[in-house]
């Protein structure tokens, strides 16, 4: 079994557990004052395997399923039997350090929740996008767009709408997950940095 499925399994456990049991969700959940005050730092981690419901969580775990696989693949061929540990530790490094930010920003606020696995999942599918830059990734199942473009314009929108707080998702932890998720990749392997830009290079529209 891949990590990629493991993971996958943990999300899906300890999500309807959460759904079950509120309060259960609720000591997952990162919230800044409870880890920096009542230092329950677990909740850090926690809150990448715990989601708000179901379409949350079939949303976070489908992306997760088809990057994932393939940036496993990659880890593997690049370090061999100890792939899969930089696998986990990656995407487990993903939830934590996108976590940060918002962490600081809403330290006094202590209504302030966040859950998911999004940044997570942003480290790897940036990741992939690093490697495999003109690939096409389909928006909404049905757009083909080459990554470098669409991993621009996520980023872009990322950027913009965690500057307007005009909603309830955390898109700090999306950015600064495929940020990690880019800077992590070129410091395992800063040949491929250099691969990117030849790839975009060489790359044609038809």
Known sequence: MSWTVVIIIANVIVSYMGFQNPSLQYK??????????????????TSGFIHSNWSHLAFNMFTFYFFGRLVEQIFGALKGDLGGIYFVAFYLLGIVISDLPSLIKHKDHPHYNSLGASGGVAAVVFCSILFFPTE????????PIPGFILGALYLIYSYTKGKQL?????????????????????????????????????????
Not at 33 to 38: F, K, N, S
Not at 136 to 143: C, D, E, K, M, T
Not at 194 to 201: C, E, V
């Open 166 to 206: 005009s909603d309830n998702v955390n898109h700090d932890a999306h950015l600064i997950g495929a940020v990690f998720g880019l800077v992590f990749s070129v410091i395992m392997e800063p040949r491929v940095l250099g691969s990117f830009i030849q790839q975009i290079a060489d790359w044609k529209v038809f």
């Open 136 to 143: 096409y990734i389909y928006l909404f199942a049905a757009i």
């Open 28 to 45: 997952l959940t990162m919230n800044p004052v409870a880890i920096l005050q009542g230092r329950q730092w677990y909740r850090v981690l």
